[in-house]
């Protein structure tokens, strides 16, 4: 079994937890935990595809033993004395089951609160943010942006579309021929998987109906939040876990919006 240190560097590539984080030395307990709980989200095993979830459960573990170090006064104080890892002593983190242990920090969230949210988020400069963020790191890969921008679908490409090509074109963001031109094969493709998973979560969220009854002012949709939700309450199997991610979403994105950040294009 991989140490901390080389679990770290394995799926990181690197051992300082802070770097990690990215956070500073002296941050407070308060910031670490938003941290974790920003990158836990990018990871979680239940937000990947089926071929990912194996490297995302190993991410999400040593995520987990990160933000246990640091939130324990003495291990981090060693931590921060030495800078290594293998200082501190990590034999009670082996065992522990990281799901709960995310799970316990973060409260439950309902449905009204996600609908609610997603109002909200949708063309906010949070929004805005977030979709620059997605296109640099996705370097114009459109399913990387909708992958990681909540509350997306192919449904919203054409307006992400317009937005980041003005910001191409007053420089703000590099041109990717990934994003200019993309294969039509490969936005069919993106459409197809949408549409198929949409029928999947309508299913799932009729059968939800039938069985808890309709919520109020139902609406029929591409694909709402209930279906979404539905489909995470199949897959997990208990509406607890479902709940918290979710609550991670609004803990993530339901702050003051961030500071503006431009990039020149190289």
């Known amino acids: 079994m991989a140490s901390l240190k080389e679990a770290c560097e394995l799926y990181f590539g690197t051992s300082d937890i802070y770097k990690i984080l990215c956070l500073k030395k002296d941050a407070t ?5 938003k941290a974790y709980r920003k990158l836990s989200l990018t990871v979680h095993p239940d937000r990947v595809s089926d071929d990912e979830k194996e490297e995302a459960t190993e991410k999400f573990k040593v995520l987990g033993k990160i933000h ?5 006064t003495e291990k981090r104080a060693v931590y921060d004395d030495t800078g290594c890892l293998d200082d501190i002593d990590t034999a009670d ?3 522990r089951d990281w799901y709960d242990y995310w ?3 973060f409260k439950n969230v309902t449905t009204d609160d996600i609908d609610a949210y997603e109002m909200k988020y949708k063309g906010s400069e949070t929004e805005l ?7 640099e790191k996705g370097q114009g890969d459109m399913d990387e942006i909708l992958n990681r921008v909540p509350f997306t679908s192919p449904n919203d490409e054409p307006r992400l579309r317009e937005i980041l090509q003005k910001l191409i074109d ?3 963001l590099t041109s990717y021929k990934a994003f200019s031109n993309e294969n039509p094969t490969k936005k069919r493709t993106r459409r197809r998987k949408y549409e198929q998973e949409a029928k999947r979560a309508k299913k799932v969220a009729e059968e939800m109906k039938k069985k808890n009854g309709p ?3 139902d609406q029929e949709e591409d694909v709402d939040i209930d279906a979404l939700k539905a489909i995470m309450l199949k897959k997990q199997e208990r509406e607890a876990q479902a709940e918290n991610f979710f609550k991670n979403l609004e803990e ?3 702050g003051k919006g961030r500071k503006k950040t431009s990039r020149k294009a190289k």
């Open 29 to 33: 307990n308060e910031e670490v935990k």
């Open 68 to 72: 246990s170090v640091l939130s324990d």
């Open 93 to 95: 983190l082996q065992e």
């Open 103 to 105: 799970r316990l920090l």
């Open 129 to 135: 943010e977030d979709l620059k963020d997605a296109y």
């Open 170 to 172: 007053n420089g703000e």
């Open 215 to 217: 919520r109020k002012n």
């Open 252 to 254: 993530k994105y339901g």
